[in-house]
């Protein structure tokens, strides 16, 4: 089915925003303690132990948790890892990997969803790169949510940023295949899907209130993806590294608005 309608996407009231960044609110400080405690040999099984704490601390749930079968409330992916990697105890960090942790949690029925890729120690400079492209990219894709866009335009708007960055840093950076995002309320995963690249001036019309996920994946090489055996793990098809960036995002009127800030 093609983008040819004009439909709107539905936006939210400015109280449904207000306890959606409750939850936001909850995902930001799971990834704070989640980073702080990421160090050489500490597994990511204890770091999903700490993120479910800190949300269950807070009244809310992981929403990750038995998502579909999930087993954790984070998903933890190292290096080579796009998304969806399983946390392990055999899983042990050392200095120089990269780590992407995606993490849900549901408060009162609304959901925060939000990624954060950051290094263990220190990172190889080509890898350090990636990682701040992917942040670059984006917030270029959240400043472009704003009511009366079409979706495409902010897909258009990663691709950008995502050529920007590879003349910025002088590298060449694979956008992750099949995979972007979404909207997002009282579900984690909600229509539409939001490619990470494409033309502009397509899709449905972003109303004042609309969330979305905005999460752009890059990778050191292809584009290209497999899963593991495991049925979740996605990890580039050449071995490549990848980062991972995403925020749970509104449109309003005075501009984009971030409901999963980490303070």
């Known amino acids: 089915m093609g983008f040819r309608s004009r439909k709107k996407i539905a936006g939210k009231t400015p109280a449904e925003l207000d306890a959606m960044q409750a939850a936001g609110e909850i995902v930001g400080k799971a990834l704070q303690a989640v980073k702080a405690a990421a160090a050489p040999g500490v597994s990511t099984?204890?770091?999903?132990?700490?993120?479910?704490?800190?949300?269950?601390?807070?009244?809310?749930?992981p929403t990750f948790l038995g998502y579909q079968g999930f087993p954790a409330s984070?998903?933890?992916?190292?290096?080579?890892?796009i998304v969806h990697g399983i946390p392990a105890a055999e899983v042990v960090l050392k200095d120089g990997d990269l780590v992407s942790i995606d993490c849900g949690a549901t408060l009162?029925?609304?959901v925060g969803d939000s990624a954060w890729s950051f290094g263990v120690g220190t990172l190889a400079a080509d890898v350090e790169k990636l990682n701040q492209a992917t942040e670059m990219v984006m917030n270029a894709g959240i400043k472009a949510m704003i009511p009366g866009a079409r979706l495409t335009d902010i897909s258009h708007a990663l691709e950008q940023a995502t050529y920007a960055a590879e003349d910025k840093f002088g590298l060449t950076f694979g956008i992750v295949d099949g995979y972007g995002g979404h909207g997002i309320g009282r579900e984690m995963h909600m229509?539409?899907?939001?490619?990470n690249e494409g033309?502009?001036?397509?899709?449905p019309?972003?109303?004042?209130?609309?969330?979305?996920?905005?999460?752009?994946?890059?990778?050191l090489g292809t584009f290209e993806n497999t899963v593991l055996a495991d049925g979740w793990t996605v990890v580039t098809t050449d071995g490549s590294w990848s980062a991972h960036w995403e925020h749970t995002v509104a449109a309003t009127a005075k501009g984009p608005r971030i409901l999963t800030p980490r303070y």
């Open 199 to 203: 033309r502009p001036g397509r899709g």
């Open 74 to 81: 984070i998903c933890a992916s190292v290096n080579e890892v």
């Open 108 to 110: 009162d029925g609304w």
């Open 45 to 61: 099984k204890e770091l999903d132990e700490i993120a479910e704490t800190v949300i269950r601390d807070a009244g809310a749930y």
């Open 205 to 219: 019309v972003i109303q004042e209130g609309t969330t979305l996920c905005i999460e752009p994946m890059l990778t």
């Open 191 to 195: 229509d539409p899907f939001l490619a």
